[in-house]
């Protein structure tokens, strides 16, 4: 039961239900449960732009899923809180949590959320600026993207969309075609390598 990427419809009412399903989990002992429908409640408030509340139930999930001792679910938790500093134009935070999302997820071999996390990387990466960094990123997410089958949905594929076209403008288009041709002869495991290495905001390629 994982957290939806992209929340739709009536959020304040999922948002009103989930804060129920809360209560109910609480009174069942149910903290497994309890800590994926926190991840919920931060998806949601950040949809409704509420950035306080959503880093709250972001934190008491991750928390919640370290103290069950389970990777995946405290991976997943910080994927969402890196979406919140994005959201709060803290990239250097962002960054932080993505990394420490990423490691995780790339030791577990879930490769779906090692994508996640590197598209949304590339795009701290781009923000920051040169996008050099973020543009092999990009590319070699989408590589991942393909060789594993999965899709983006409409919305998030409209998100990072105008990140690659923001650094294609900023590259120009010979420039960005030359980086983003390095990205997509990286290997996972080259371009998870080359992700962990950003430590610190790039002022050079």
Known sequence: MAPPEQTAGDVSGALERLGESEQILASQGDDYGRAVNLVNLCDAALTMGELDPAEDLGRRGHDLFVQLENDWGAAMA????????????????????????????????????????????AGVEIALEPPLRGTRLASAAEKLRREIGDTLSGPRRQSFQASWDAARTLLGESEFERVWEQGANMTVDQAVDYALSLTAPSVTS
């Open 78 to 121: 910080m994927r969402h809180l890196a979406k919140v500093a994005y959201e709060r134009g803290d990239m250097g935070e962002a960054r932080s949590r993505l990394l420490a999302a990423l490691g995780t997820s790339h030791h577990l071999g879930d490769r779906s959320a090692s994508v996640r996390c590197l598209e949304r990387l």
